[in-house]
């Protein structure tokens, strides 16, 4: 099972990160969200401890990027944007307000 895992693992990182492609484009969606993924303390209430976690999905071709990020600030989820996304893609998200200047990126914003 640990060498399943591993191998798992290595596919994963080798197909989202090694071979980093764009998604997106015109006449492309793509949504994006952030998540933290982590362990609710005393398994109860809100998460406290955790990984932050960006990520995006592509509806036409089904191709996605998952990214961990220090915090969720504009500057960061914006970089990560461009660094993944093609310009002239709509994008889908929350009304989370770090996506407010999607729209002047050279994006379509729609939430």
Same mark, same amino acid.
């Given at each position: ?10 596919? =994963?990182?080798? *197909?989202?990160?090694?071979?980093? =492609?764009? %998604? ?6 793509v949504? #994006?969200?952030?998540?933290?993924f982590? !362990?609710?303390?005393?398994?109860? @209430? ?13 509806r +036409?071709?089904? $191709? ?6 220090e $915090?969720? /600030?504009? +500057?960061? &989820? &914006? !970089? #990560? %944007? ?5 310009? @002239?893609t /709509?994008?889908? *998200? ?5 996506? $407010?200047?999607?729209? $002047? +990126?050279?994006?379509?914003? &729609? /939430?």
């Amino acid at each position: 099972m640990v060498d399943w895992a591993s191998f798992c693992r290595e596919v =994963v990182y080798d *197909s989202m990160i090694v071979r980093k =492609v764009m %998604i997106g484009g015109h006449g492309h969606t793509v949504e #994006i969200d952030e998540s933290k993924f982590g !362990k609710r303390k005393y398994h109860r @209430g809100h998460r406290v401890e955790g990984q932050w976690v960006f990520g995006g999905y592509e509806r +036409e071709t089904g $191709n996605c990027f998952m990214v961990p990020v220090e $915090n969720r /600030t504009a +500057e960061t &989820l &914006l !970089k #990560i %944007i461009k660094d993944w996304v093609k310009p @002239g893609t /709509t994008i889908i *998200s929350d009304c989370w307000k770090a996506y $407010n200047t999607l729209n $002047n +990126e050279g994006y379509v914003h &729609l /939430t």
